[in-house]
């Protein structure tokens, strides 16, 4: 999730100050492994490629666990995975962690993505990588995207994996491009290659309440998700958040159909369309609950409650209707759905509001150690493919100022059996 970087001086005491945050604390956590029990498996060496590395960007939040440990479910845990290299695409003056956090933990900052897979060498060096695409400064297209060289990036460390000759668990954070052709295009070659690969937000992984999980094979017939902030980086935490519930849903996951952009004022008038109508009974009393988690006074849906809302409208090819609401307010994360058995809709609502900053990084960076030592995704790499589509094509919804058939969203995959998420 996107935060506003800080200002030079608040900056300077950022670092200064990440020990008392437990950010980025390396000197607790190597006393920390000192004292746990010994362990005859290896820390496996992790290479890092980013955008950028600033305070409370996606390299900070979790890689800095990665450097000092997490607590999932009120539980520390040492990270067995150990950052011995790291890649900045942008390295600002002023804002930047990545110097101080190589000086205190003992990795290498490399100029290429090449030499920090290879550690100066010449093939593959590392026992994974972690790739993180978001934050810094890069341009936006006439639709309001950020161009993030996640392709161009991510298409190097692929050219490290065919010139070694192997490859390593891979983790990619949040959805893979802008452009749905260059998404597509690096599937497809990752694929190929045939390395393990995690991606997504942190957003399935994280709490929520209640602790709603869908049986495999649930009827679902309507589902809607509401979420907040910019359409791109955020819409696809509201979008990635709906997904991991509806896909349990009988039949497994098939594709989408259609996508749908709808701004402003013409939401309510879609909501009270006879297209729209079967969502009220969902968004209202899930917009209901995310404003009592959050604390903030009960008020009426409607699209006087954020400056620019914008409505994903999504048909899925097995015939279910989905909805995906962005306001500019901060209502957290949520998502209901309905059945035909059932009279009430089911909803949760993912991450809580609690003291400590950002917990929800706490279960992705419990995933992501775990995926390295194992190998083992949490779930199908075809989620964020299929997420990232439907955002993409959202965008070109807004483009054209009309819904967009997408034939090439025909991605059909199962959901695990038990999947992961915190708990408290």
Known sequence: MRHSAPSAASSKWNRRDLFGLGLAAPAVAAQAR???????APRKKIAAVV??????????????RLLAGYSPNSKWTPSNSQIVALHADQTPTGTDMSRDLAARNGFHLYRSVAETLTLGGKTLAVDGVVFIGEHGNYPTNDVGQTLYPRYELFSQIMDVYERSGRSVPTFFDKHFSYSWDKAHA??????KIGFPFMAGSSIPLTIRRPALNPPLETPISEAVALGFGDPDAYGFHTMEGLQCLIERRKGGET?????????GKDIDAWRNSPQG????????????QAQKLAGMPLLALSEEHSKSPVLFVLRYRDGL???????????GFSAAYRTPTQQQPQFTTFSVKVERPLPNWD????CVDHFFATGEAPAPVERTLLVTGALSFAFESKRQRRPVDTPQLQISYRAPQSPWFQTA
């Not at 690096?186 to 694929?191: G, V």
């Not at 989408?256 to 709808?262: D, K």
């Not at 209707?321 to 209502?331: F, G, I």
Request: hydrophobic share 50%; aromatic share 12%; net charge positive.
């Open 255 to 263: 594709g989408i159909a259609s996508v749908e952009w709808i701004g």
């Open 321 to 331: 209707r989905a909805a995906v609401l962005v306001l500019t307010e901060n209502v």
């Open 34 to 40: 000192a004292a746990a029990p010994c362990t005859t």
């Open 51 to 64: 955008t950028v590395y600033h305070y409370y960007s996606h390299a900070d939040v979790l890689i800095g």
């Open 363 to 366: 279960g992705m960076a419990r």
């Open 186 to 191: 690096l599937y497809t070659r990752a694929k």
């Open 277 to 288: 109508a079967w969502s009220k009974p969902l968004f209202e009393p899930l917009f209901q």
